[in-house]
């Protein structure tokens, strides 16, 4: 599974900038509204230095990681869910994406123009946050009218759903996101059905100055209180600085991070927040020909696992032989972890953990 993630912001807040650092795909930048409107896509691999161990151990002929993609969604303005600045477009783009970045403009520079004339964080969230429930409020105010209509016939099973969009609207009309409504028992697919906006997880990345790293400003101070009344994670990122890391040989990038402090690059850093934003972890398969990544859910059960690798893995599942990853690193490689005995065989009810080296065993 590839996480889509779609990173949205108000004009010239550095969105399209961090997007062309992260993903290299090249999107236009330009010092004026919409200088995006298509949405860029840049399907980045996810760095493991975990992979590259097991591949060094196991002699893998090639590595495969895991990929993320970057959907660079244009920058809305306020009135775009009545379809200001092309918005019904760009917020019909949100619906595609697991996890929204909104990239949230925490530097001062004169010479980049923001389009509501300062800086100002917690204006500028407002301004995505009311967009996307006012778009979702159009949606369910239209799922009510048709479900009264349908509810008329007194069926209690559409009544009820009738009942459901009506407490769901509510919700959303006092300005609190879909996100933290509470479902019932028997209303998940209801809610699954509307594709709403405000129900995609949220990541903040306060895009800061070089000289702000790494801890950031009052600015960012601003935007993580807000992200905690909201149990949202916030990244400090400086987007001209991802662009200049983008240039640099590993090695040279390495000690630039280190220099300022920082544990990873902002790529490295939001992927590890958006993984755990979505619950997700990574197993690995490794052999002579490839070693390879490959994300699951947290909580995936083996034989699900290996259907994330083909689906005849799903249907035939016999057994998983598994190997934790510190253990293959200890022991050397496979041989050496069945020799000391650590190496497991797992059934349908094992849960993968994050960094199982597996082995599937299954019926054709």
């Known amino acids: 599974m590839a996480l889509r993630c ?5 004009p010239n807040v550095g969105k399209s900038t961090l997007f062309n650092a992260l993903s290299n795909a090249g999107a236009e930048s330009a010092n004026y509204p919409f200088c995006t409107i298509e949405p860029n896509v840049g399907i980045v691999p996810v760095p493991d230095e975990r992979l590259d161990t097991l591949a060094r151990l196991a002699g893998s002929a090639r590595t495969v990681y895991t990929t993320i993609e970057f959907v660079d969604i244009a920058g809305l303005v306020a009135g775009a869910s009545k ?16 996890a929204i970045v909104h990239v949230v403009r925490c530097f001062e520079d004169g010479n980049v123009v923001h389009v509501s004339g300062s800086v100002d964080p917690a204006r500028d969230i407002e301004v995505i946050e009311t967009e996307l429930l006012l778009k979702d409020l159009e949606t369910l105010e239209k799922r ?3 479900a009264a209509k349908a509810a008329k016939a007194g069926d209690r099973k559409l009544r009820d759903e009738m009942e459901f969009y009506e407490r769901l609207r509510d919700w959303v009309g006092e300005g609190r996101p879909v996100r933290s409504f509470e479902v019932r028992d028997g209303e998940r697919a209801w809610l699954d059905a509307l594709f709403l906006l405000s129900m995609k997880p949220v990541l903040y990345a306060a895009n800061v100055a070089e000289s702000d790293l790494p801890d950031g400003n009052s600015h960012v101070d601003t935007v993580r209180a807000i992200a905690g009344t909201e149990g949202a994670a916030v990244i400090v990122v400086s987007a001209e600085l991802e662009a200049q890391l983008a240039e640099l040989e590993p090695e040279e990038r390495t000690a630039f991070l280190q220099d300022l402090g920082l544990d990873g690059s902002g790529l490295e850093r939001l992927i590890r927040a958006a993984y755990d ?10 052999g002579p020909k490839e070693a390879r990544a490959w994300t699951i ?4 059960k083996a034989p699900q696992a290996a259907g994330t690798i083909h689906s005849d893995f799903e249907r035939g599942f016999i057994r998983a032989e598994t190997i934790a990853y510190p253990e293959y690193i200890r022991h050397g490689g496979e041989s050496g972890a069945r020799t000391a005995g650590v190496l497991r065989s797992e059934g349908k009810e094992y849960v993968v953990q994050d960094g199982d080296v597996m082995l599937f065993r299954f019926n054709v």
Request: net charge negative; charged share 20%.
């Open 277 to 286: 934003l979505l619950g997700l972890e990574t197993f690995f398969t490794v």
């Open 6 to 10: 779609g990173i949205v912001g108000l």
């Open 144 to 146: 009510v009218d048709r």
């Open 83 to 98: 379809g200001e600045g092309l918005g019904n477009q760009f917020l019909g783009h949100i619906r595609e994406v697991d």
């Open 297 to 300: 859910h947290q909580g995936t």
